[in-house]
């Protein structure tokens, strides 16, 4: 059972960066493909970017794509997104969420294993 841990929320001011990593345990993590969600207030949990096992692959929400950089260090067991150019839109809690299915997915289903997740507020 894989455990996942995010961490490097925050307050930042719009335009601004941000990095929030995610520290998984208890399991093989190269074997997993990686993900980032966000929840914000009153919204549906939303998918945001994702990472193929091997780090070859990512996969992007139109709306962060060319501002966000998943990225992952199997070394380190740990999986980063690297937000760049922040707006007060993307002001949620980030959730990261892994998955054994044999593809990328932008729905919460295939990822069986979630963090706790970590507030990032971007203000004005």
């Known amino acids: 059972q894989v455990q996942l841990v995010e961490s490097g929320g925050g307050l930042v001011q719009a335009g601004g960066s941000l990095r929030v990593s995610c520290v998984a345990s208890?399991?093989?993590?190269?074997?997993?493909?990686m993900a980032w969600f966000r929840q914000a207030p009153g919204k549906e949990r939303e998918f945001v970017a994702a990472i193929r096992w091997t780090g070859d692959i990512t996969y992007y929400a139109d709306s962060v794509k060319g501002r966000f950089t998943i990225s992952r260090d199997n070394a380190k067991n740990t999986v980063y997104l690297q937000m760049n150019s922040l707006k007060p839109e993307d002001t949620a809690v980030y959730y990261c969420?892994?998955?054994?299915?044999?593809?990328?997915?932008?729905?919460?289903?295939?990822?069986?294993?979630w963090g706790q997740g970590t507030q990032v507020t971007v203000s004005t």
């Open positions: 208890g399991g093989t993590f190269s074997l997993y493909h």
């Open positions: 969420a892994a998955s054994r299915y044999n593809n990328l997915y932008t729905n919460t289903r295939p990822y069986g294993y």
